[in-house]
């Protein structure tokens, strides 16, 4: 009796340290130390540098009540609108939610948006845990004005089977993060979340190979199909809340 109980401990000790390893980055960073895994490649590249200089000067002629769309590759190659017509899209291929956080003073149309949509997350996975990406969340959502809504995408699912860096599997971290960034945004009136993942995805949680783009990252015109749907739906709902100026 005392070997079972001792038995079932161990279990339970060695599955809550899981669980630890899988919401940080211990393992990424073990893997650098010990030389088994590639070097941080920096964050603000040249490529970051261009996109946002095009992106200024775009931005003085915003106007006003137009939804924003901010993002990595995904937000990039996304026909924003067709999601909302008077849209405009500030994705930058790669970014992460430290990247967001560096380029948001650049839109001074934020300040007269009729929304913001935030799809941002993917990209962190290899650089820092879940508590920290769901930090940066929270300092991006302090930095847009009060009076204007925002929508959160969830980190969308990817095809475990086709990706490259096959040794890391993310899934799991996503489906936590998600939860997390979902409870987030409930805590506030002017966040609200919005998760096609379920939609996207097959029967093992990777991405649907029907919505896969061939990589196992990005969504093809159908993926995205699904993707525009929902979003014009949470738009819909985030502009509504907004209290017209003066009441």
């Known amino acids: 009796m005392k ?29 650098r130390t010990l030389g088994f895994a590639k070097a941080r490649e920096p964050e603000i590249t040249e490529h970051f540098r261009r996109m946002l200089r095009y992106q200024a000067r ?25 999601v909302f017509p008077l849209s405009v899209n500030y994705g930058i291929g790669s970014d992460t939610t430290a990247g967001v956080l560096e380029r948001l003073s650049t839109y001074r149309s934020i ?20 508590e920290e990406i769901l930090r940066n969340f929270a300092a ?20 475990e089977k086709k990706r490259e860096e096959r040794r890391v599997l993310y899934r799991d971290r996503i489906k936590m993060l998600n939860a997390r960034l979902g409870e987030f945004c409930r805590n506030s009136p ?16 990777n991405l649907a190979d029907e919505y896969d783009d061939g990589d196992g990252v990005h969504l093809n015109a159908k993926g995205n199909a699904v993707w525009i749907a929902g979003l014009r739906e949470k738009i819909a709902e985030a502009r509504a809340s907004v209290v017209p100026r003066g009441k």
Do not use: W
């Open 111 to 130: 300040q007269k948006a009729g929304a913001v949509v935030l799809a941002i997350g993917v990209n962190d996975m290899k650089l820092r845990s879940n």
């Open 58 to 82: 775009m931005d003085g002629n915003v106007p006003d009540g137009a939804v924003l769309f901010i993002g990595d590759s995904m937000t990039q190659g996304l026909c924003v609108s067709a």
């Open 3 to 31: 070997k079972t109980i001792a038995v079932a401990y161990i279990v339970c000790i060695h599955l809550a340290l899981l669980f630890v390893l899988l919401e940080s980055d211990f393992l990424s960073r073990a893997g």
């Open 140 to 159: 991006i959502a302090a930095r847009i004005p009060e009076r204007v809504p925002i929508v959160f995408s969830a980190v969308l699912p990817l095809n």
């Open 190 to 205: 002017r966040l609200f979340f919005l998760d096609v993942g379920p939609l996207l995805s097959d029967e093992t949680g």
